[in-house]
């Protein structure tokens, strides 16, 4: 394939020197015009002088007459014969002097003449053998050999000439260099460039946009639009695109489609006019991402063990299948499955066999279920199942009781595994809708009340959801009600999670987390009480008072420890929504003297995904303030690689269920590894929640993750104990980790 250029767009200043079309040689015919004009000129002056000469002889002649006429009338004897041949011969002197005086003239002037005629052909010959040679040296120069000099002929009349073509060939030598390195350059970037007319025809090329896409002749003159696949042209607008970079498929001369991720620059205004110049077109490659991203949304919606939709994607398809049932008047049923004493099977066989079991088990759901059914592994050894139910009560019933009896006798059956045979049952607790819920967290709820209530019956049954079994829901209402009073009997606590270079042991900030001290009950986790707060304003008030209090916790620090480090604070969707809730963080940072970028704010992926065009102008104006945005509990959403990149998102926080088993679990090893490259690739900061183990520290830290929080570094500590550990590692000590030699 041969070399592709980008030369084609400044092509028009080499153009005027290849259409240089010097007259160099002038010809035979305007040599003869010259000479002849020369010779004219001679003629001229010729028949000037010999007519000056004739009429000079004359007038001498006619003076010599009279003075003869007059000395004979002084002799007084005119007809002396002496005398008449005397003055004859006198007058035949003077007429021949004449004659001789006109041929001298006349001979002189043509021998002058001839010699001019020579002289100026020979100039001319010197002059037009002098522009020959220049001739050469430009067309030399516009077919792009600037190295030679132009050669100094000599020739005063050309010499001019001659200087400034050597002037134009040295700026014309200095621009090619700087020329071929940009094609170097561009030849040599993974990425394919293209340059297109201000009509979207393609002008050039470089080499990766030839190996796709063909021959720089066949490009010229195409309209980019063309590369673009057939079933992607509809959604192809070039305007969007040169406003803002996006994506979509080409298709490559093999046949190939490619994702590619477009930039797309203007080249600028022609200085003539205001018209554009074109664009230069940016295709990359994003094959490899896009890979990525499915692969990254497969882990992160199914497990990986059993193929089963994972928690997350049960309950997304659970909530359509209600909200569609709903709609069209019918029910249905959900059993919720936990295996009777797994722990068991884990301690005495292994973790391995376990897995297995836990393989079959899904095998066997996935034979014997009926076609409409879904089933889902929600946890360790927790499985679920819905189907849409039949219309009424009792026969919804009857059908949740018959599939839950061919759950249990499927499963009961004895599993034949290497060396070993294993007898497994389950638990299962059975809720309908919309008798029991009518949504998807109460529907689980009320299924997971009944199967523990299976469980305390002697396991291996299945028991329906009643009203009494729920008296969580009871506890749930008081609380609701103690959480309206909770700020005003100042019951809230703030405390501290370290978070910790894993490379180092350092401590480089710390995660505020919420608890709430509710007398009678100890301190309850916000796991407990957040829901509740979200169901209404309250968060809103809860999230103020947080916010405040670690800017005053912070402002203490700061004037005992010269960084303290960053501290992220949880956000809930509703306090991102308030107008008011950017006024009133800049607010408390100016109040406390306290620095935005002190602050991290955390966000969940699912929250950041919601509403994600009204959410990103809020997280920009944040980020330009200072404040630092990270994603909690990464990889249980729904987001998207090509999404995550439109947000101004410094962190990404891998969440702890993908941590407890990555240092033994290939598959969670996986999803680890995965997020953390996307992180780097995206240049973003990841931190692992969660780690409990050394083990898992080691292993996050040789994935590429940097920093870690959680139990192995310290339990959740008081803002006084915190600002003690971190005078303490500013005098040398590492009291969070010692890391092993």
């Known amino acids: 394939m041969r070399r592709a250029s980008l030369r084609g767009y400044d092509a028009a200043q080499f153009e005027a ?17 010259y000479v002849l004009a020369v010779v004219a000129a001679g003629l001229l002056l010729t028949a000037l002088f010999a007519v000056n000469a004739s009429l ?40 021949d002097r004449g004659a001789r005086h006109l041929l001298l003239v006349v001979l002189g002037g043509l021998l002058l003449t001839m ?23 430009a067309r030399k120069i516009g077919e792009g050999r600037q190295t030679e000099p132009v050669t100094v002929t000599g020739v005063a009349e050309v010499a001019s000439l001659e200087h400034s073509l050597e002037q134009m060939r040295q700026t014309l030598a200095a621009t090619t260099i700087s ?57 192809f607008d070039l305007t969007r695109l040169a406003a803002e970079p996006g994506e979509t498929v ?39 991402r896009k890979r990525a991203e499915r692969r990254i949304r497969y882990l992160a919606r199914f497990d990986t063990l059993t193929k089963m939709p994972n928690r997350m994607q049960f309950q997304h398809m659970l909530h359509q299948a209600i909200t569609r049932t709903t709609r069209q008047g019918r029910g249905l049923i959900l059993l919720y499955i936990d295996v009777d004493n797994f722990k068991e099977v884990n301690d005495t066989f292994g973790h391995e066999t376990g897995d297995r079991v836990l393989e079959t088990l899904s095998e066997r759901l996935s034979r014997v279920l009926p076609r409409e059914a879904v089933a889902g592994r929600l946890a360790g050894d927790e499985f679920a199942i819905f189907a849409e139910g039949v219309d009424g009560e009792q026969a919804r019933h009857e059908q949740a009781a018959d599939l839950a009896r061919l759950v249990l006798a499927e499963i009961g059956r004895p599993m034949h595994l290497p060396d070993k045979e294993i007898d497994v049952t389950t638990s299962i607790g059975v809720a309908l809708v919309p008798e029991h819920a009518d949504n998807v967290i109460d529907l689980i709820r009320n299924a997971d009340a009944a199967m523990y209530h299976a469980k305390r019956q002697g396991r291996n049954c299945h028991v329906f959801y009643l009203p009494e079994m729920n008296a969580a829901a009871v506890e749930r209402l008081l609380l609701k009600s103690k959480l309206r009073r909770a700020l005003e009997r100042d019951e809230f606590l703030v405390r501290y999670q370290p978070k910790v270079d894993l490379a180092t042991g350092e401590v480089v900030g710390a995660e505020a987390l919420l608890r709430w001290r509710l007398p009678g009950h100890g301190e309850i986790a916000p796991s407990q009480f957040i829901p509740l707060a979200e169901e209404s304003r309250l968060i809103l008030d809860i999230g103020a008072w947080v916010l405040n209090q670690v800017c005053i916790d912070y402002a203490e620090w700061k004037q005992k420890v010269a960084d303290p480090g960053r ?52 997280l920009d104006e944040l980020r330009s303030m200072g404040v630092h945005l990270s994603i909690d509990d990464f990889g249980t959403g729904y987001s998207s690689l090509s999404a995550l990149q439109q947000f101004p998102i410094s962190t990404l926080k891998i969440d702890r269920s993908f941590v407890v088993n990555a240092a033994t679990d290939p598959d969670d090893a996986t999803i680890v590894r995965t997020i953390i490259e996307m992180g780097r690739s995206l240049r973003l900061q990841v931190i692992a929640e969660g780690i409990e183990t050394e083990e898992q520290r080691y292993f996050l830290l040789h994935s590429g993750c940097q ?35």
């Open 707 to 741: 920093f870690g929080q959680g139990r192995l570094f310290g339990a959740p500590t008081t803002s006084a104990a915190f600002l003690d550990l971190l005078q303490r590692q500013a005098t040398g000590e590492h009291p969070v980790l010692r890391l092993p030699a």
């Open 115 to 137: 010699l001019a005629a020579t002289i100026t052909a020979t100039l001319i010959t010197r002059i037009d053998r002098a522009l020959t040679t220049l001739m050469q040296d």
């Open 56 to 95: 000079s002889a004359r007038n001498e002649a006619a003076q010599l007459h009279s003075v003869l006429t007059e000395l004979v009338s002084v002799g007084g004897d005119t007809s002396n014969p002496r005398v008449l041949e005397l003055h004859a011969q006198i007058e035949h002197l003077v007429g």
């Open 17 to 33: 020197v290849h259409k240089i079309k010097i007259k160099a040689v002038i010809g035979r015919g305007l040599k003869l015009r």
């Open 567 to 618: 501290i992220a604070i949880n956000l809930s969707l509703k306090e991102l929504s308030q107008a008011s809730f950017i006024p009133n963080c800049r607010s408390v940072f100016e109040r406390h003297k306290v620095a935005p970028s002190a602050v991290e704010l955390e966000i969940t992926e699912t929250t950041l995904m919601l509403d994600s065009e009204r959410t990103l102008p809020l």
């Open 179 to 235: 020329r071929d390195y940009l094609d170097d350059v561009l030849n040599g970037m993974d990425d394919a460039v293209l340059v297109t007319a201000p009509d979207g025809l393609i002008r050039t090329a470089n080499a990766t946009a030839i190996g796709w896409f063909g021959d720089e002749a066949q490009l010229a003159g195409t309209p980019f639009a063309g590369l673009v696949a057939p079933e992607h042209r509809t959604a």
């Open 250 to 288: 080409v298709r490559t001369q093999r046949g190939q489609t490619i994702p590619v991720a477009i930039n797309i620059a203007p080249l600028g205004r022609d200085e003539r006019s205001t018209t554009s110049r074109g664009n230069v077109v940016v295709l990359r490659d994003v094959t490899e």
